[in-house]
């Protein structure tokens, strides 16, 4: 029962922090420090990425229309090929990263995935999310004194160039800490997408990207011919199964705030918490 009580406290963490700017690997590995499974090092390796599965069905489920290429009754012929096209500038933004993960995923886990390695890259993203923003701000207006319109505001409308300019920034949450939605949605709003689209597409690049993530450290768990028992399949049930629920209710409320505010407050967040894990590993290490 207590290895469940864990499973449901790591779903929650990571179908919180997945979606939001603040890094799910981050705090996984931050919890794991502090709450650790009962089980074998090789199982939680894998579990701290499958559990994504339930955040990715979250995102299937809330944009099942607009994602779907195949509704042929509720959907126009232009409409159906409108969705192929923004599948095809989503699998071209997960390239970069795709290739750089495959090459480099086990020195990362060796080298990367630790607690001083989170902090700081929350601290440094958490700045440039401010940075990012007070730019924003200050560029929102023309010289006329009229609100400057931004250059996307549909998800439909990111181009070819700039799916792959994003695709290029999520190569930076390899590393630990850094976010990935965090990354491609700071990626997308320097690249002048609005909030919202930039979060949207976002989403969307995550499905791919968490299931080939997820495929990748199930077969190499498979490949240690390290046993799974009956309690271990139980906890990663359960851990995707929150994680899924959990990420219905942030979804949504993300894409209602985004609309209407700044991600400010997610880089104050990643500072404060950043400093608070230096010092603790400072003092405990």
């Excluded at 995707?240 to 400010?264: G, Q, T």
Aim: glycine share 8%.
């Amino acid at each position: 029962m207590i290895e469940i009580l864990k499973a449901i406290l790591f779903g929650i963490v990571e179908g919180v922090t997945e979606w939001l700017p603040v890094s799910s690997t981050g705090h996984i590995i931050l919890l794991d420090e502090f709450i650790q499974l009962n089980a074998s090092d090789e199982f939680k390796s894998m579990f701290d990425v499958v559990i994504q599965l339930g955040a990715i069905l979250a995102v299937i489920v809330l944009f099942f229309r607009k994602l779907n290429p195949f509704a042929f009754k509720s959907k126009t012929k232009s409409e159906r090929k409108q969705t192929w096209v923004l599948w095809f500038k989503v699998i071209a933004a997960i390239i970069p990263s795709g290739v750089v993960g495959v090459l480099f995923d086990d020195w990362m886990d060796a080298k990367l995935h630790n607690g001083i390695v989170v902090s700081v890259a929350l601290i440094v993203y958490g700045i440039a999310f401010i940075l990012v923003e007070q730019r924003n701000q200050q560029g929102k207006y023309l010289k006329t004194g009229k609100p400057q319109v931004k250059k996307v505001e549909d998800v439909h409308q990111i181009t070819y160039k700039t799916a792959l300019l994003i695709g290029l920034f999520q190569c930076l949450s390899l590393v630990p800490g850094t976010s990935r939605s965090g990354s491609t949605i700071l990626g997308a709003i320097m690249l002048g997408v609005g909030r919202a689209a930039g979060a949207e597409f976002s989403f969307f690049m995550a499905i791919p990207t968490m299931l080939g993530a997820s495929a990748i450290k199930l077969l190499k768990f498979l490949l240690t011919g390290v046993g799974i028992t009956s309690m271990e399949i139980a906890v990663l049930i359960v851990g995707c199964a929150v994680s899924f629920i959990v990420s219905l209710l942030v979804i949504k409320a993300l894409m209602d705030y985004v609309r209407r505010h700044s991600f400010s407050v997610f880089g104050v967040y990643r500072i404060v918490l950043g400093i608070v894990v230096l010092a603790y590993f400072a003092v405990f290490a």
